[in-house]
Antibody
Framework: EVQLVESGGGLVQPGGSLRLSCAAS????????MHWVRQAPGKGLVWVSR????????SYADSVKGRFTISRDNAKNTLYLQMNSLRAEDTAVYYC?????????WGQGTLVTVSS | SYELTQPPSVSVSPGQTARITCSGD??????AYWYQQKSGQAPVLVIY???KRPSGIPERFSGSSSGTMATLTISGAQVEDEADYYC???????????FGTGTKVTVL
């Protein structure tokens, strides 16, 4: 059974940092591009970032570029999102996902709250 | 930055047809995907590559794309289809993904 389990969310002050993790199981993690998607409370889905299968290529939404870093450890079957210089508008549920296509899976999400 | 535009809401009576549009400049060359999201749950893919339906998705869900517009059609909508629906695609460079603005479908 494919599972994506996010962790690392919580309350952080503006300007602070947080690292999210996504533990993958039930499939060959190293074969798939991975994404982070977020959803602010009561708002729509927003694509945040993606990384290719071997970690050599990344892409970011304009709203997080320069502040967030996506990475992966294929030996540990784990995806990461390092979030720096956090702002109130980064408050959201963050999903780890393999979106679109026949192999489409999402985690349950982890809540990040940026507030003083 | 690239945007996909959807109507904020669509309302239909049970058994009627609901159509949700998604407009984007790159859609003539890029596939559209459609997600259903119910309150408090992760999104579920209902259409991929413009018009293909994943296994387990009811036949009443169909998709099409023409020019700069993709459309999700729910034929014979059921009360359980009430949800938010999002289109998803890629910008012309293929480097950035984007979700549509979202459409709340009400069946009553």
């Amino acid at each position: 059974e494919v599972q994506l389990v996010e962790s690392g969310g919580g309350l952080v002050q503006p300007g602070g940092s947080l690292r999210l993790s996504c533990a993958a199981s039930g499939f060959t993690f190293s074969s798939y591009w991975m994404h982070w998607v977020r959803q602010a409370p009561g708002k729509g889905l927003v694509w945040v970032s993606r990384i290719n299968s071997d970690g050599s290529s990344t892409s970011y939404a304009d709203s997080v570029k320069g502040r967030f870093t996506i990475s992966r450890d294929n030996a540990k079957n784990t995806l990461y999102l390092q979030m720096n210089s956090l702002r109130a508008e980064d408050t959201a549920v963050y999903y780890c996902a393999i979106p679109a296509g026949l192999f489409d899976y999402w985690g349950q999400g982890t809540l990040v709250t940026v507030s003083s | 930055s690239y945007e996909l535009t959807q109507p904020p809401s669509v309302s239909v009576s049970p058994g009627q047809t609901a159509r949700i549009t998604c407009s984007g400049d790159a859609l003539p060359k890029k596939y559209a995907y459609w997600y259903q999201q119910k309150s408090g749950q992760a999104p579920v893919l209902v259409i991929y590559e413009d018009s293909k339906r994943p296994s387990g998705i009811p036949e009443r869900f169909s998709g099409s794309s023409s020019g700069t517009m993709a459309t999700l059609t729910i034929s014979g909508a059921q009360v359980e289809d009430e949800a938010d629906y999002y289109c998803y695609s890629t910008d012309s460079s293929g480097n950035h993904r984007v979700f549509g603005t979202g459409t709340k479908v009400t069946v009553l």
